[in-house]
């Protein structure tokens, strides 16, 4: 191994921004040419941008806690939402492995809002009634419309939003595969304001048990977290890179002609290298996801 | 040195940043797992050797945790290099994202057949994706020859379609040349440029970063930056088609495939 130069320190405050522009000049046009510094400089701006998000997921914002009161603390210990931010990681890959995020950090990703979901927000409706999924098409549909309504209830739960908690809760209760927690549902549903630490552990208690086809339900809330991302005009969620395996997995459970346009028309919304579309994105998301839920 | 505080100090304050470090700098070139882990104790003891000597150098100029990234991330290079060569993910890799990357360096770098990586994605939790997904999506990724062991265009696709590995072998051997025309020309047109606009290219053109890495790097605005890469495009197929290099081929390279 070689012992490290004056560059790496150089190159240090470069990624920092530190350096005088003739200096910086001089660098850019060294590294554009370089193999082992450009790879250095670009790897070392991936992972400090991979730390900083890592960073900012564990960070959400701080959600009051009604002390005593009517509901009593569940016996699942909560230090914190950081913790069990991780732990909810932890859990959802280790039941179904995946790279994908969880629902509760597409949410955050997304819209990381104290303020409560869009008022003028509508949760996702499925088409054929919230029961009778028995073919396996109409499980994977199924899943979508679950996985979608899994990053809104944890956005309510966030924001203390204690209607929605309830509505989507209990939406959620009647239409996961019989597999699931459904007390863990239920209880959320029946306390909607609740500590949002103990809601929060109900929550990853319901989804460690979820037995939805995994694939479907991560599209789903990728899909409703993509949909809050446009409506929100943030940019930086369709930044990481991971739109297009989503949109793959989506044409591979589009069922019918226009599904397959649906995704077409996101992909054209999402062009590589400019902005996205913002005038049309919400809206053939929407339709989207409607198309694989229902 | 610039810092008044005793190395051995910097360097236990900063140990939980250093294990990060190390660890994410792994998963960004596919390590994983045992190889991760011997990787952070390498980087720990570089680090702890000669009295500290690396935070003793440390002059200041920079933050300490950003000097330490960047020690890392190099000391990472050394050392993967020394055992497996140079190896970095392919652009269309990178703009597909998870598990794509990883699945690349397996087949590509360790010689691994598909169901073997597959299996081992899996079983480390890296994706959820069936060997037949697996298969579809390393057809999208560009051929490369693979490092260790003689993998033939079967063993990688026998998962898939048997009417598939011809077409597959060809098309390979053609894209390679392909690429080679057009990364030609590319480094030739990039030549033109100022360096800022080179480093830009290089990392998304070439690299497939997302601007927002681009800008966040370069410490530059984003909202800016779009316009200047559609001018930066239209620049670059001037003077690529100039030299005779099809438009069509000028599209595989710097556009995203389409469905």
């Given at each position: 191994?070689?012992?490290?130069?004056?560059?790496?320190?150089?190159?240090?405050?470069?990624?920092?921004?530190?350096?005088?522009?003739?200096?910086?000049?001089?660098?850019?046009?060294?590294?554009?040419?370089?193999?082992?510094?450009?790879?250095?400089?670009?790897?070392?701006?991936?992972?400090?941008?991979?730390?900083?998000?890592?960073?900012?997921?564990?960070?959400?914002?701080?959600?009051?806690?009604?002390?005593?009161?009517?509901?009593?603390?569940?016996?699942?210990?909560?230090?914190?939402?950081?913790?069990?931010?991780?732990?909810?990681?932890?859990?959802?890959?280790?039941?179904?492995?995946?790279?994908?995020?969880?629902?509760?950090?597409?949410?955050?990703?997304?819209?990381?809002?104290?303020?409560?979901?869009?008022?003028?927000?509508?949760?996702?409706?499925?088409?054929?009634?919230?029961?009778?999924?028995?073919?396996?098409?109409?499980?994977?549909?199924?899943?979508?419309?679950?996985?979608?309504?899994?990053?809104?209830?944890?956005?309510?739960?966030?924001?203390?939003?204690?209607?929605?908690t309830r509505e989507l809760a209990g939406r959620l209760h009647a239409s996961v595969d019989r597999g699931v927690d459904g007390t863990a549902l239920h209880r959320i549903a029946e306390h909607p304001g609740a500590p949002a630490d103990s809601l929060?552990?109900?929550?990853?208690?319901?989804?460690?048990?979820?037995?939805?086809?995994?694939?479907?339900?991560?599209?789903?809330?990728?899909?409703?977290?993509?949909?809050?991302?446009?409506?929100?005009?943030?940019?930086?969620?369709?930044?990481?890179?991971?739109?297009?395996?989503?949109?793959?997995?989506?044409?591979?459970?589009?069922?019918?002609?226009?599904?397959?346009?649906?995704?077409?028309?996101?992909?054209?919304?999402?062009?590589?290298?400019?902005?996205?579309?913002?005038?049309?994105l919400e809206n053939d998301l929407a339709t989207l996801l409607a198309r694989l839920s229902g | 040195m610039h810092h008044p505080q005793n190395p051995e100090n910097l360097f236990l304050e900063h140990l939980g940043w250093i294990n990060r470090v190390?660890?994410?700098?792994?998963?960004?070139?596919?390590?994983?797992?045992?190889?991760?882990?011997?990787?952070?104790?390498?980087?720990?003891?570089?680090?702890?050797?000669?009295?500290?000597?690396?935070?003793?150098?440390?002059?200041?100029?920079?933050?300490?945790?950003?000097?330490?990234?960047?020690?890392?991330?190099?000391?990472?290079?050394?050392?993967?290099?020394?055992?497996?060569?140079?190896?970095?993910?392919?652009?269309?890799?990178?703009?597909?994202g998870p598990p794509a990357p990883d699945l690349e360096a397996l087949v590509y770098r360790d010689g691994f057949r598909l169901d073997q990586a597959g299996e081992m994605l899996r079983t480390s939790g890296r994706t959820g994706l069936s060997d037949?997904?697996?298969?579809?999506?390393?057809?999208?990724?560009?051929?490369?020859?693979?490092?260790?062991?003689?993998?033939?265009?079967?063993?990688?696709?026998?998962?898939?379609?048997?009417?598939?590995?011809?077409?597959?072998?060809?098309?390979?051997?053609?894209?390679?040349?392909?690429?080679?025309?057009?990364?030609?020309?590319?480094?030739?047109?990039?030549?033109?440029?100022?360096?800022?606009?080179?480093?830009?290219?290089?990392?998304?053109?070439?690299?497939?970063?997302?601007?927002?890495?681009?800008?966040?790097?370069?410490?530059?605005?984003?909202?800016?930056?779009?316009?200047?890469?559609?001018?930066?495009?239209?620049?670059?197929?001037?003077?690529?088609?100039?030299?005779?290099?099809?438009?069509?081929?000028?599209?595989?390279?710097?556009?995203?495939?389409?469905?």
């Amino acid at each position: 191994m070689k012992e490290p130069n004056e560059d790496d320190e150089r190159l240090a405050a470069l990624l920092e921004g530190r350096v005088q522009a003739n200096q910086r000049e001089d660098m850019l046009a060294r590294l554009a040419a370089a193999d082992d510094d450009y790879e250095v400089f670009a790897g070392t701006a991936g992972v400090l941008r991979a730390l900083e998000e890592e960073d900012a997921r564990g960070r959400p914002p701080r959600v009051p806690s009604m002390g005593r009161g009517g509901w009593r603390r569940t016996t699942i210990a909560v230090t914190g939402t950081v913790v069990l931010l991780l732990v909810l990681g932890v859990v959802w890959k280790g039941r179904a492995p995946s790279l994908t995020r969880t629902p509760q950090q597409l949410a955050l990703a997304a819209y990381p809002s104290a303020q409560g979901l869009p008022p003028e927000w509508r949760v996702p409706t499925p088409s054929n009634g919230v029961r009778g999924a028995r073919t396996s098409a109409e499980r994977k549909a199924r899943a979508v419309y679950n996985g979608a309504l899994l990053v809104d209830l944890s956005i309510a739960i966030r924001t203390r939003d204690t209607a929605r908690t309830r509505e989507l809760a209990g939406r959620l209760h009647a239409s996961v595969d019989r597999g699931v927690d459904g007390t863990a549902l239920h209880r959320i549903a029946e306390h909607p304001g609740a500590p949002a630490d103990s809601l929060s552990a109900l929550l990853e208690q319901a989804m460690a048990g979820v037995k939805d086809p995994r694939g479907p339900l991560e599209l789903g809330a990728w899909l409703e977290a993509a949909r809050l991302a446009a409506n929100q005009r943030n940019a930086d969620f369709f930044a990481d890179g991971g739109s297009e395996g989503m949109l793959r997995r989506a044409k591979g459970l589009a069922r019918d002609e226009r599904a397959a346009q649906a995704v077409r028309r996101v992909r054209d919304a999402l062009p590589a290298g400019s902005a996205p579309r913002w005038d049309r994105l919400e809206n053939d998301l929407a339709t989207l996801l409607a198309r694989l839920s229902g | 040195m610039h810092h008044p505080q005793n190395p051995e100090n910097l360097f236990l304050e900063h140990l939980g940043w250093i294990n990060r470090v190390a660890e994410k700098t792994c998963n960004q070139h596919g390590v994983w797992g045992p190889e991760a882990e011997d990787f952070a104790a390498s980087i720990r003891l570089k680090l702890m050797e000669d009295d500290y000597a690396i935070i003793r150098n440390y002059r200041g100029e920079s933050l300490l945790k950003t000097y330490l990234a960047v020690v890392v991330q190099r000391k990472f290079l050394d050392y993967w290099r020394g055992d497996r060569g140079r190896w970095r993910p392919s652009a269309m890799a990178r703009r597909l994202g998870p598990p794509a990357p990883d699945l690349e360096a397996l087949v590509y770098r360790d010689g691994f057949r598909l169901d073997q990586a597959g299996e081992m994605l899996r079983t480390s939790g890296r994706t959820g994706l069936s060997d037949r997904e697996l298969g579809d999506l390393l057809k999208e990724l560009p051929p490369r020859e693979p490092r260790h062991r003689e993998v033939s265009a079967d063993e990688l696709t026998e998962t898939t379609e048997a009417d598939d590995r011809a077409d597959t072998r060809v098309t390979g051997a053609e894209t390679r040349a392909l690429r080679d025309q057009v990364t030609g020309a590319l480094k030739r047109a990039m030549d033109r440029l100022g360096a800022e606009d080179q480093m830009i290219v290089r990392m998304h053109f070439v690299d497939g970063l997302t601007l927002a890495d681009v800008a966040r790097a370069l410490k530059i605005e984003q909202k800016p930056l779009y316009r200047r890469v559609k001018r930066l495009r239209e620049l670059l197929r001037g003077t690529m088609e100039a030299e005779g290099v099809h438009e069509e081929d000028v599209h595989d390279l710097m556009d995203r495939k389409e469905p």
